[in-house]
């Protein structure tokens, strides 16, 4: 919960400096905007951690696309209210979409990776038995059991239709989001002993530097399109000394399940407080 209450302190900051820009002195806007990059990254590190923890993946994509088009109505209603025009959508398009790349990786990497497991019969001593004695079960190390043409083909394409998707919506991040998500995603499932902290803190530094680098010369260099990924956006690479921190980071990996209310909170605040500040810039206008 620890790094829930960060997050979205951090992005309610981020929006006051987004949405009260021209009542705000430049230093105190920049200010704004900086701490505001520590806010996605943790928000992504939860729906990867979510996608591994899910016990119904297709029901949780559902939860965050139904959030993201409520969401999309009240904000793009208060930005009315507030007479900002902005383009694209929310950014929870962007995580189920992140869901989608993702699951179609899955597909890809684990439906031809069939085994066959080598079951014997033990005697009451422990000794092995007759070797004719023995039992054969297929198994899928990543329970996925598909004809391998079939789980790479759909995996491709899950994976190919998530980033058109965000690319078409405009969704906040666009694939630098998608991709920040399956960082996360990467990095869990290569330290499947997530208690230590030092090693997944070290992969996620090594990865979020490079994500960010790659992003940042791909936008200004090479697509020469600078508005896609600004330099602001290079401290967000902080947020994963937050999320592996001794603290907050065992908190999020061996807490408790939390109720109801705690676990969808940040589904109604992320409108909502976005309604607020549109409603706020109304009236003093």
Known sequence: MLLKIIAAITMLIDHVGYYF????????????????????????????????????????????????????????????????????????FTFAAALGFISGWTLLTNSWRDRVAKLELLTDTGSKNDDRNFYQVKFNPGDVSLNPLLGILLGISSMLVSLVAVVYLKSDYGIYGVLTVFTFHLILTRHKDESDLSRLLNSALVAAVLLNAATLVTYHYILNMPQGYSYLQLLSILSVFIIFSEKAGRQALFGSKPVAWKRYSLYVFYPLHIFILCLIIYLIR
């Open 21 to 92: 820009y021209p009542w705000l002195p430049d230093e105190v806007y920049i200010t704004f905007r900086s701490i505001g990059r520590l806010a996605f990254p943790i928000f992504a590190y939860f729906i990867a951690l979510g996608y591994r923890r899910s016990g119904h993946l297709g029901r949780y994509f559902l939860r965050l696309l139904s959030s993201a088009i409520i969401s999309e109505v009240i904000i793009r209603w208060g930005n009315e209210l507030a007479g900002i025009n902005t383009p694209g959508t929310n950014i929870l």
